[in-house]
């Protein structure tokens, strides 16, 4: 029997309680608000002018990857660390746009959510770490899960479960070398990943087929893009929590790698002076170094991918937000980005990816020395955000994407799972 066959078992037959459409909902609006967020930025205005132009004849498929893209712009979305992939931004977006066009309830929206979720964590966990040097696993692992969660808003057996994540699979792409640059083209990771998915599950309700050795087969995912694969981990513990619980929400709108950093800064901040400031030392894992080592980021892209930019705004500023990654703080701190030295540390080297860890040093000119450790940090499951937070959270990105009644859009969500229908996002006010 395939791997896939197995996989679409085993995320079938996990219990669903209220707590987890309840925390399905949660991350359904992290993932709305971000989406709805995403419009008020250059690349969010480029994707809806590509489906403005199509003058109304988009399909659920390209409206989830409008979604999706918008959803990943702000990098303010979800990550599940363990797989190092986003599964909010193209989940999400394939169950909303697919329930939108078919007129799906909240409740099994949800539950399509939670086996996205775990599809996508899953083979993300497997795909081992030679994989994320080169692949952008959300684009890669992404389209499985937008597939499964399709492939149960659609109804499909378990035949046509395994066709859609065959051909979800075959789609499997994203390259980091938009980096270098800082070309918009992650954006379009996540709206591909999600709309791979959709039509894949679509063309299998239709009885077109896909590879089910996808994962495992000698020209398959694995074997194609994954050196040191892993493909037991897809099955492993399966009696263990859904992998959305597992998931952390971003509090800071940068690259999570950061976020350890951030965490940590933020609290040496009321400790100094920044006059007094001689050296900073961050202490990390390797892959926050290969994909965040930016000492004079030209851009606020770069800049939310910059580990020497964000320890600098977070120890001067006190603060991180959206304001922060703008040239002219770009700008004013400048100097102590490159008082900054970065490197791969133990215990986070060895951690990752279960923990993503640092220590912070700061070194006054007088010699005094300040430090503070992370193996963990605000918004992982360890510290999760609380749905105060979480709503908080919601109101600012609407607030900033302009929705008119980011409250009722708020409440409509988390009541999806008692809702005959989805709630209708304002994608397009």
Not at 21 to 40: I, K, P, Q
Not at 79 to 84: D, E, G
Request: a negative charge.
């Amino acid at each position: 029997m395939s791997l896939t066959r197995n996989l679409v078992r085993l995320v079938r037959n996990k219990e669903v309680t209220q707590p987890d459409l309840d925390a399905a909902a949660l991350f359904t609006l992290d993932a709305a608000a971000n989406a709805l967020a995403g419009r008020n930025s250059d690349a969010g205005r480029k994707l809806l002018g590509l489906i403005a132009s199509l003058n109304g004849h988009h399909d659920a498929g390209r409206m989830a990857l409008l979604l999706g893209g918008l959803t990943h712009i702000l990098e303010m979305d979800d990550l599940h660390r363990a797989s190092v992939v986003h599964p909010g931004c193209v989940v999400v977006p394939a169950a909303f746009a697919l329930a939108t066009d078919k007129n799906i309830g909240g409740a099994q929206v949800l539950g399509a959510i939670l086996q996205g979720f775990e599809t996508t964590c899953r083979i993300g966990m497997a795909v081992g770490q030679e994989h994320y040097r080169i692949w952008h696993s959300t684009a890669t692992c992404g389209p499985f899960g937008s597939a499964m969660a399709a492939a149960h808003l659609l109804g499909l057996d378990e035949d046509a479960a395994v066709d859609a994540l065959g051909n979800a699979g075959t789609q499997a792409a994203g390259l980091w070398q938009f980096l270098d640059t800082g070309a918009m083209s992650k954006h379009l990771h996540a709206g591909r990943g999600a709309e791979a998915g959709v039509i894949a599950a679509g063309l299998a309700s239709l009885g077109f087929t896909g590879p089910p050795e996808i994962l495992e087969g000698e020209r398959g995912f694995f074997a194609g893009a994954c050196p040191d694969a892993n493909p037991a981990a897809v099955l492993a513990n399966p009696q263990q929590r859904w992998q959305l619980h597992e998931t952390s929400v971003k509090p800071w709108p940068s690259c999570r790698h950061t976020h350890p950093t951030i965490d940590a800064a933020l609290e040496l901040h009321s400790q100094i002076e920044p006059q007094a400031i001689a050296a900073i030392s961050v202490g990390t894992y390797q892959s926050a170094l290969d994909v965040c080592d930016q000492v004079d980021p030209t851009s606020v892209y770069d800049a939310k991918f910059s580990l020497q930019h964000c320890v600098a705004i977070a120890l001067i500023k006190g603060k991180v937000d959206f304001e922060c990654f703008e040239e002219p703080v770009r700008c004013e701190v400048a100097d102590y980005r490159r008082k900054v030295s970065l490197s791969a540390a133990e215990p986070y080297r060895s951690a990752y990816p279960q923990n993503w860890g640092c220590a912070v040093e700061v070194t006054l000119f007088d010699g005094r020395k300040f430090t503070a450790l992370r193996n963990h940090c605000k918004g992982d499951p360890e510290d999760a955000l609380s749905t105060a937070e979480m709503r908080d959270k919601a109101r600012m990105l609407l607030d900033f994407g302009g929705v008119r009644e980011p409250d009722y859009l708020i409440e409509s969500i988390l009541a999806m799972a008692n809702d005959k229908a989805p709630p209708v996002l304002p994608i397009f006010d």
